[in-house]
């Protein structure tokens, strides 16, 4: 008999709320069918637009997530219980209602791992627990929870590659849940609403949003045949198409996985399936294929784990040098790149695109997101932000990791001295202009040639292209040359002001303050219990994190990334890295040192990593694995 049906001998009569978040599905939905199989259900959304804080969903976002809620309260009225929407001012009070309006014994939810959420999580179930309420939790958003992957000393991996090749080498077995047949609906009367009337799409938006819907079909079962098509029809050239600009290379399937429309132990086993069979026929194509795809989900999960770890990433870099990045706040330049007028086409034809449709490719996030970064010099945490509010699959854990990555806060990402010309990338992955053209109907007219340095176009071909540099496009905000000086300077600026701080700090300890009303001393090592006790001591306040204790301050403006990215793609990058050093008076035996250090992958970590800035682990390049031309991919 399937599991999840009310029919099983094992069923009681307990009455469950079954507290529903991004978890919106009935397939795999472990919280759901243990409620199910226990008696009495009592589905409920709850929105609380107070406790989303400063994470409040952007536009796209919540008309998502309006579309996705309906579909559910559909599907499951249709298996006989009613999906109760409520809009509150505390999300407690709402369940403590709901708790007394059926008499229910038991609440049953899905876990999140976001540091806002399991704050938030953790205070509710202790209140229902000592109010003598039974809370059970489950995972239904990961394949692997973020206490289940550590290496050999308990610690937390701190680079994707290892992390992911533990996870391969755990072999897991990844159990789903079946749908329940029937629900029993639990009796009871709560102060609910309409979906309207959660207010997760005001009038003003309406306009804009109904463009989406020629584009988008959330709910889960789309989310189903989205996998499927995609599986069955894409996956195969997935290594090939997966950089294309535009159109459906890839899975488009990240907002659904974000509101856990789709579960990702379906995704992993389907995708496993035809590795297998790929790897039986001897498709290398298929097998590459595969590997990418299995990788790109494997960030997916290495997101929630370095937030989970690292609990407070989404206010503090993973590397603690950035916090003496001097970053030039600029309103208009972070306005001009808004509002893709930055003058650099393949940039602003992103930003326009992700204005207007609230999705870009990955390789597009990658462009936008470099250039703020380390041509505008704008801070990380605004375009993050930016990012959250404008992506129809904002998430949390995925957008902090991405600006991470790029803005040399992450061992394994992107060198801050990387940078990437947007021209040259344009050749690259436009080719054909076609993406420009579309997204800058201005530049509609120019010959592919000019089409990514308009700049660079003789009067006559501006002239009859219709493009008037200045008027009806924009001049560059900043030419590239001066760009990587400042770059260069600034990060000269901020290993003086790094090596001053560290001489200052007399050698002692690091101590990475929090806002938390409470302090906590809490390492990586064991980070379950960590984050157990960091949520205990925090209120439901969303903005407080733990203090760390680092053991060591990196002083050494050498100790840097590998800067083997750098030369697989020296043609496409300014060589900033020299100047660099040779501003700070690093000799040659020093730099070659690093590269040679950096060029090994195989060499382990020889110091542990038990603190969250990593000084250890990246003021040794030795520890630091080679860079991939898929992890610059990424
Ligand atoms: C600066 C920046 C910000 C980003 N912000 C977000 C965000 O807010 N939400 C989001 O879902 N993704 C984010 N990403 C990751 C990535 O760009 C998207 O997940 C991907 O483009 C979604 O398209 P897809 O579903 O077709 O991906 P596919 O290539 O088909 O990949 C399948 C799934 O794997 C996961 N995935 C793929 N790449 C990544 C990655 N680099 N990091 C984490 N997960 C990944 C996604 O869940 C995706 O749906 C960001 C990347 C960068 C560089």
């Known amino acids: 008999m399937d599991p999840g049906s009310s029919e099983s001998p094992n069923m009681g009569c307990n009455k469950t709320i079954v507290w529903f978040r991004r978890d919106l599905r009935i397939e795999d939905n472990p919280a759901l069918a243990a409620a199910a199989r226990d008696g009495f259900v009592y589905p409920v959304y709850i929105w609380c637009p107070k406790e989303e804080g400063q994470f409040y969903p952007g536009r796209v976002?919540?008309?998502?997530?309006?579309?996705?809620?309906?579909?559910?309260?559909?599907?499951?009225?249709?298996?006989?219980?009613?999906?109760?929407?409520?809009?509150?001012?505390?999300?407690?009070?709402?369940?403590?209602?709901?708790?007394?309006?059926?008499?229910?014994?038991?609440?049953?939810?899905?876990?999140?791992?976001?540091?806002?959420?399991?704050?938030?999580?953790?205070?509710?179930?202790?209140k229902l627990v000592e109010l003598g309420i039974s809370v059970q939790s489950y995972n239904a958003d990961l394949l692997y929870e973020p206490w289940d992957v550590y290496d050999e000393n308990g610690n937390a991996f701190t680079t994707f590659k290892e992390y992911w090749d533990k996870c391969l080498l755990l072999q897991k077995e990844l159990i789903s849940t079946l749908p329940p047949w029937k629900l029993q609906q639990a009796a009871g009367m709560v102060g609910c609403c309409s979906i309207e009337e959660l207010g997760l799409e005001n009038e003003s938006e309406k306009s804009s949003n109904a463009l989406l819907a020629r584009a988008w079909s959330p709910g889960w079962s789309n989310g189903d045949k989205a996998l499927v098509e995609f599986v069955e029809n894409h996956l195969l050239e997935y290594a090939i198409n997966r950089q294309h600009l535009g159109g459906s290379s890839t899975s488009l399937l990240s907002p659904y996985l974000h509101y856990g429309e789709v579960s990702v132990c379906k995704v992993f086993q389907k995708v496993r399936m035809k590795q297998i069979l790929w790897?039986?026929?001897?498709?290398?194509?298929?097998?590459?294929?595969?590997?990418?795809?299995?990788?790109?989900?494997?960030?997916?999960?290495?997101s929630r784990y370095i937030c989970f770890n690292f609990p407070f990433t989404y206010e503090r870099s993973l590397l603690s040098s950035l916090k003496f990045f001097p970053w030039h706040d600029s309103q208009d330049n972070f306005k001009a790149w808004r509002q893709g007028r930055t003058g650099y086409p393949l940039v602003d034809a992103g930003m326009r695109e992700l204005w207007a449709t609230g999705w870009i490719h990955n390789r597009i996030?990658?462009?936008?997101?470099?250039?703020?970064?380390?041509?505008?010099?704008?801070?990380?945490?605004w375009g993050m932000k930016y990012f959250w509010d404008t992506l129809l699959d904002a998430d949390l854990e995925s957008d902090i990791l991405g600006w991470q990555y790029i803005s040399g806060s992450l061992p394994d990402g992107h060198e801050l001295e990387r940078l990437d010309d947007p021209q040259i990338q344009g050749s690259k992955f436009d080719p054909d202009g076609e993406y420009i053209r579309h997204w800058l109907p201005e530049l509609a007219r120019m010959p592919t040639e000019w089409i990514h340095h308009p700049w660079d176009a003789p009067q006559t071909v501006l002239h009859a292209s219709g493009v008037e540099l200045g008027l009806n496009y924009p001049t560059?905000?900043?030419?590239?040359?001066?760009?990587?000086?400042?770059?260069?300077?600034?990060i000269i600026k901020m290993r003086e002001i790094e090596a001053a701080a560290g001489a200052n700090s007399n050698g002692t300890n690091e101590v990475v303050m929090d806002n938390a009303d409470r302090v906590q001393s809490v390492g990586t090592t064991n980070a379950a219990a960590a984050a157990k006790t960091t949520c205990a001591?925090?209120?439901?306040?969303?903005?407080?994190?733990?203090?760390?204790?680092?053991?060591?301050?990196?002083?050494?403006?050498?100790s840097r990334k590998r800067s083997k990215a750098m030369e697989e793609k020296g043609e496409f990058q300014y060589n900033i890295r020299n100047n660099i050093q040779s501003e700070a008076g690093t000799s040659k035996s020093d730099e070659d040192l690093c590269s040679t250090a950096e060029s090994s992958s195989s060499k382990k970590p020889s110091t542990s990593r038990t603190s969250f800035s990593v000084p250890q682990f990246c003021s040794s390049s030795k520890e630091l694995p080679q860079s991939s031309e898929e992890n610059t991919d990424r």
């Open 61 to 126: 976002s919540r008309w998502w997530l309006k579309q996705s809620l309906a579909y559910l309260k559909q599907t499951l009225k249709s298996l006989g219980a009613d999906l109760v929407l409520m809009k509150t001012q505390s999300t407690i009070f709402s369940l403590l209602e709901c708790i007394n309006a059926i008499g229910a014994t038991k609440v049953a939810f899905n876990c999140l791992y976001d540091p806002i959420s399991l704050v938030r999580d953790h205070n509710i179930k202790e």
């Open 279 to 302: 790897a039986r026929e001897g498709n290398a194509l298929g097998e590459q294929s595969t590997n990418l795809f299995l990788r790109a989900i494997g960030l997916r999960e290495y």
């Open 365 to 381: 996030r990658v462009i936008v997101s470099c250039f703020a970064v380390k041509v505008l010099l704008l801070p990380w945490k």
């Open 476 to 490: 560059p905000i900043v030419e590239l040359d001066l760009a990587a000086n400042r770059l260069t300077e600034a």
């Open 537 to 558: 001591t925090n209120s439901s306040n969303d903005q407080k994190v733990p203090t760390i204790q680092n053991s060591k301050v990196n002083n050494n403006p050498l």
